[in-house]
């Protein structure tokens, strides 16, 4: 009964938030799926683990005009702040950030500012890359952590050369494969990383519950 216990803790906790719902995320866990759905999870969204394996540098293709550059401190979390929320506004699971938020994931070990890369209209972000690094085993393996691209420049193909500049980035830092998650249903997102070589290598369930349902059902 601990992962009962665990997870009613849990939505009461983000209850006393004022979330609206809770997440939560399995990897082909059969008891664990059984048991979020015991206490009102539904199954939402099917993501998949995709992994890319370096055997060379990945070339760099930037289009005319636009340039790459790393993250440079403060000034550079308010703009990745706001880039990131426009970016994901209104996509499945996203919370906006707080330029907080962003300052301490970009001081965290597994990140550095290297490994957030903007690609630039001269002074405006087109789009970001931030990626990080695991340590799994005595090894170090990638992560490409999210892609965003500013809603003016979408259309464009961008895409494709954030995700070549993190992985010249991961490869760089000699990691032995490079993983990410991906929505199964974001159709664009995936036909970029199988273009990239990324095969897909494992499963995970997304479930939700709504708080409010649980809230004035108790």
């Known amino acids: 009964n601990v992962e009962r216990v665990l997870i009613k803790t849990a939505s009461e906790k983000a209850a006393a938030l004022d979330a609206k719902v809770l997440h939560f995320q399995t990897r082909q866990n059969p008891f664990l799926e059984n048991l979020l759905t015991a206490e009102g999870f539904s199954p939402v969204r099917l993501y998949w683990i995709m992994q890319w394996i370096p055997d060379n540098v990945p070339s760099v293709i930037?289009?005319?005009?636009?340039?790459?550059?790393?993250?440079?401190?403060?000034?550079?979390?308010?703009?990745?702040?706001?880039i990131?929320?426009?970016s994901f506004d209104g996509t499945?699971?996203?919370?906006?950030?707080t330029v907080e938020e962003i300052i301490y994931r970009a001081k965290m070990s597994i990140t550095s500012p290297e490994g957030i890369?903007?690609?630039?209209?001269?002074?405006?972000?087109?789009?970001?890359?931030?990626?990080f690094i695991l340590e799994?085993?005595?090894?170090?393996?990638?992560?490409?952590?999210m892609i965003g691209i500013d809603p003016s420049y979408?259309?464009?193909?961008?895409?494709?050369?954030?995700?070549?500049?993190?992985?010249k980035y991961l490869y760089s830092r000699g990691v032995s494969h490079v993983e990410l998650e991906v929505d199964s249903q974001n159709a664009p997102a995936v036909g970029l990383y199988k273009w990239m070589g990324f095969e897909k290598v494992m499963e995970c369930q997304w479930f939700e519950v709504s708080l409010e349902t649980s809230v004035s059902q108790c």
């Open 62 to 82: 930037i289009p005319d005009g636009l340039s790459l550059r790393s993250y440079q401190g403060i000034e550079d979390a308010k703009n990745l702040t706001f």
């Open 84 to 86: 990131q929320n426009s």
């Open 92 to 97: 499945w699971g996203f919370s906006p950030n």
């Open 117 to 131: 890369i903007f690609l630039c209209d001269g002074k405006i972000i087109a789009g970001y890359c931030w990626t």
């Open 136 to 145: 799994r085993s005595g090894s170090k393996v990638g992560v490409i952590s």
């Open 154 to 167: 979408r259309h464009r193909r961008l895409g494709r050369p954030l995700l070549q500049a993190g992985l």
